[in-house]
C-alpha cells in the first residue's frame, strides 16, 4: 500500500520568515495530494491541495509543489504568522476509480512561529 | 451549515467492552470515511460508507465495524476494546463527485483503561 514520509516533525521559525514541510509517497498511482492543519484540539483543516497534473499550486501565503518523478510534494508557507502554529499533515490518495477517498497521511509537523 | 458533527466528544471505557460513535455528515455529503488518530501520529485510515454499505477498508481488524443510515449518518462500533484502541476517532464526509476533499469532524476521544 501507499506509504507517506514526512519531515521535518518540528519546525520552528521566527514570525515573517518561510516554512518548508516535505513529503515523499511510494505509490506511482497516486494523483491526490492535499495538506490539513490541526490545531490543538481541533479538527483537522484542508488548507490546499494539489492534483498530479499540476506541478505547483498557490493560494496567498501557501504553496505546495509536486514532483511526480521523483515522488516527492512540499508546502511552503511565506510571512509566517504566529496564527500559522500548528500541526501541518500532508496526504495522498488514489483519487477516482475503487480507492474513493481513502488518504495515507504522513506523520506530521509540528509548526511553531515565534513572534 | 453545521459542518461534519461527532458524538460523543470524550468516552472511557475499559478492556473488552463495546463502543459506538456517531456522525452526522456536512450537508450535502453523502459518503462518510473513519479514521483513528493516534497520539502524536496523522490519521489512519478505517474504512468509507456510500450509499450504506462499505466500500472501502484500511488495515483494521474485524472488531472494527460501521454502518451508514438513509439519512447518511453512520456509526463506528468497535468490540473488544484493547488498551491500544485509544485515539481520537475523526469521521470525515465527502460529496461522491469530489470525493477526495474531506471535510473532518472534531472527533471522539476514546481513552481505553
Known amino acids: 500500500g501507499e506509504n507517506v514520509e514526512q519531515h521535518p516533525s518540528t519546525l520552528s521559525v521566527q514570525e515573517g520568515d518561510s516554512a518548508v514541510i516535505k513529503c515523499t509517497y511510494s505509490?506511482?498511482?497516486?494523483?491526490?495530494f492535499p495538506w490539513y492543519k490541526q490545531e490543538l484540539g481541533k479538527r483537522p483543516q484542508l488548507i490546499i491541495d494539489?492534483?498530479?497534473?499540476?506541478g505547483e499550486k498557490k493560494d496567498q501565503r501557501i504553496a505546495v509543489t509536486l514532483n511526480k518523478t521523483a515522488k516527492h510534494f512540499s508546502l511552503h508557507i511565506t510571512e509566517t504568522q504566529p496564527e500559522d502554529s500548528a500541526v501541518y499533515f500532508c496526504a495522498a490518495s488514489i483519487a477516482g476509480g475503487t480507492s474513493y477517498g481513502k488518504l495515507t497521511f504522513g506523520q506530521g509537523t509540528i509548526l511553531t512561529v515565534h513572534p | 451549515d453545521a459542518g461534519v458533527t461527532q458524538s460523543p466528544t470524550h468516552l472511557i471505557k475499559t478492556r473488552g467492552q463495546q463502543v459506538t460513535l456517531r456522525c452526522s455528515p456536512k450537508?450535502?455529503?453523502?459518503?462518510v470515511s473513519w479514521y483513528q488518530q493516534a497520539l502524536g501520529q496523522g490519521p489512519q485510515f478505517i474504512f468509507q460508507?456510500?450509499?450504506?454499505?462499505?466500500?472501502q477498508r484500511g488495515n483494521f481488524p474485524d472488531r472494527f465495524s460501521g454502518h451508514q443510515f438513509p439519512n447518511y449518518s453512520s456509526e463506528l462500533n468497535v468490540n473488544a476494546l484493547l488498551l491500544g484502541d485509544s485515539a481520537l476517532y475523526l469521521c470525515?464526509?465527502?460529496?461522491?463527485?469530489?470525493?477526495?476533499?474531506?471535510?473532518f469532524g472534531s472527533g471522539t476521544q476514546l481513552s481505553v483503561l
Open positions: 494539489i492534483r498530479s497534473n499540476v
Open positions: 505509490d506511482s498511482a497516486s494523483n491526490y
Open positions: 460508507y456510500y450509499e450504506e454499505e462499505e466500500r
Open positions: 450537508s450535502g455529503h453523502d459518503t
Open positions: 470525515a464526509s465527502s460529496p461522491q463527485a469530489t470525493n477526495e476533499k474531506l471535510f
